[in-house]
Structure formats: C-alpha cells, structure tokens
C-alpha cells in the first residue's frame, strides 16, 4: 500500500520562487526513504506538503489515501516530522511539558496523552529528565527530545529533516539508533540529509531532487553511481554494506 501519494505537485512560493516544479512520488508504508539534493533544491518544500504546512499551487497530495488538505489534523497525526532546528521545536518548559504538546494539539484525551509521554520518554530514554527545562539538554538529547514528541503522537510516517546536522558522534548514533527502531516498529522513514554515509546502508530507496524536481529514485547502490553530477556527495562503496551496520553495535 502507498501511504504517500504525490501527484503533479508544484509549489510557487508567494514571491515567486518556484519550490518544486513537478513532483510524482509514491511511498509504500514501511519503507526507508533517504531524500538528498543540494540546497535549495526543494527537500524541506516537498516534505512540508505532507503535514499541510505548505499547499500544493497545483496538484494533489494523499497520505494514506485522503488528500491532506481534506483533512489536516488526520495527515497531522499521521505524519510526525523533525525539523532542521530541534531548538526551535522546543515549546515546552518542561520536557514533559514539551513532549505532550504535540498530543494536546492533536486532541487526544488526557489519560492517552500521559500513557503517550511516558511510555515515548522511555523510549529515547529520557525518562529521568521529565521536569527538567528542555533548553538544559544537549545537542543529541534535544534531538531526541523532539523525536519524543513525534513518537507520541503515534504517526505512521515520520520525517526527519536534516537530523544529523550539527551533532558530535555519540549525537550522530543516539539519533540514527532512534530511526532505526521506528523503522523496525514499521514506521515509515523519510530522511533528508547529506551524510549519506551515515544512513544510506539502512534505506531501502534513494531519491535525489535537483531544482525543485526529483532527478533521481532507485535503489541506492544502483544509482549513486552519478548522484555527484546534482551535487551530493556519495558514500564510499564500502560503507554501502556491512560495515556501516555493525558500526552501531
Ligand atoms: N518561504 C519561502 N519563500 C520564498 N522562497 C522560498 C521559501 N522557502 C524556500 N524557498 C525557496 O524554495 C527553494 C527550495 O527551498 P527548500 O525546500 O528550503 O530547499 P532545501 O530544503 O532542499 O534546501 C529555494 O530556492 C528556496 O530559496
Ligand atoms: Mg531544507
């Protein structure tokens, strides 16, 4: 089943700027996504659509078989997303308060939304930090601050937006470990970022966007071979297979 689909999307931004030009795509649930291009290229354009913080000019987008402008607050919990600055993410004073944002918006009950907090602290293990003020954590802890607030809205899709920019190494692990189990859980995973290197073993699909349109999609030892032409640069071959995966171990 497509839980993504995106049919002859443009998006012309209000000052003109042309975000995408003509976007096809279609997700099967469950998969592992990698999205990268240069900046610029509309990545963070096309993943907004999803949520409906931004609407199509022209063409149509569906998660999971309804359009998302026919109905936001079901593609809102349906699709969780990281953005680029997990600082700016933070609402909350608390990181329990910060983490049952997301849930309040959306309107779950009051006991849901306990049980959701709770059990998604656990899982990025941070249940110790509950009332500490969220600004206090650290780059990776903040990162997975914000992925606890996705996890408890329970979405079927989640986006990352450039989760790994900025963060130091154990950052970089925290984080990827986390993806990874949402996957696992079979979550859908869309990543956008530039270090191939560190997620693309993981994913079972490439998709490279060039000036607002999606210039590559394959498998992704089947298309890095030129992925350099659009200006993203590819992992050695090496890290492509086995060596990647017992890194995190
Ligand atoms: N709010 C906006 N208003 C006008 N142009 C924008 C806006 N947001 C992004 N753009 C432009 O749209 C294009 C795609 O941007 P973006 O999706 O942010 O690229 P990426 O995430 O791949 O770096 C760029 O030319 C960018 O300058
Ligand atoms: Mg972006």
């Known amino acids: 089943m497509d839980i993504i689909e995106i049919e002859n999307l443009k998006h012309r931004f209000s000052d003109g700027t042309l975000g995408l030009d003509h976007i096809n795509l ?9 999205v990268a291009g240069p900046n610029g290229s509309g990545k963070t ?5 999803l949520n409906g913080l931004l609407r199509p000019t022209i063409g149509s987008v569906k998660v999971a078989g309804v359009s998302v402008q026919q109905d936001l607050l079901r593609a809102r919990r349906l699709v969780g997303m990281m953005f680029q600055d997990a600082d700016s993410q933070i ?9 049952a944002f997301g849930p309040e918006n959306l309107r779950f009950d009051h006991d849901q939304i306990r049980e959701r907090v709770a059990l998604a602290l656990e899982v990025v293990g941070l249940k110790d930090f509950s009332d500490q003020r969220p600004h206090l954590l650290s780059g990776g802890e903040k990162r997975r601050l914000a992925i606890a607030g996705i996890l408890a809205m329970e979405p079927k899709v989640i986006v990352f937006d450039e989760p790994f920019a900025s963060l130091d190494y154990p950052g970089v692990k925290q984080v990827l470990k986390q993806i990874l189990t949402l996957h696992q859980a079979g979550d859908t995973i869309l990543v956008i970022t530039h270090d191939l290197e560190k997620v693309l073993a993981h994913a079972d699909r ?8 999606i210039v590559r999609d394959g498998v992704p030892a089947e298309i890095i071979g030129d992925i350099e032409t659009f200006g993203v640069r590819a992992p050695c071959a090496s890290q492509l297979g086995m060596e990647v995966l017992s890194w995190l171990n």
């Open 26 to 34: 279609k997700i099967k649930a469950g998969a592992f996504v990698v």
């Open 45 to 49: 354009t096309l993943i907004r659509h």
């Open 91 to 99: 609402v909350g004073e608390t990181v329990y308060a910060d983490v």
């Open 206 to 213: 490439l998709i490279i966007m060039h000036k607002g349109n």
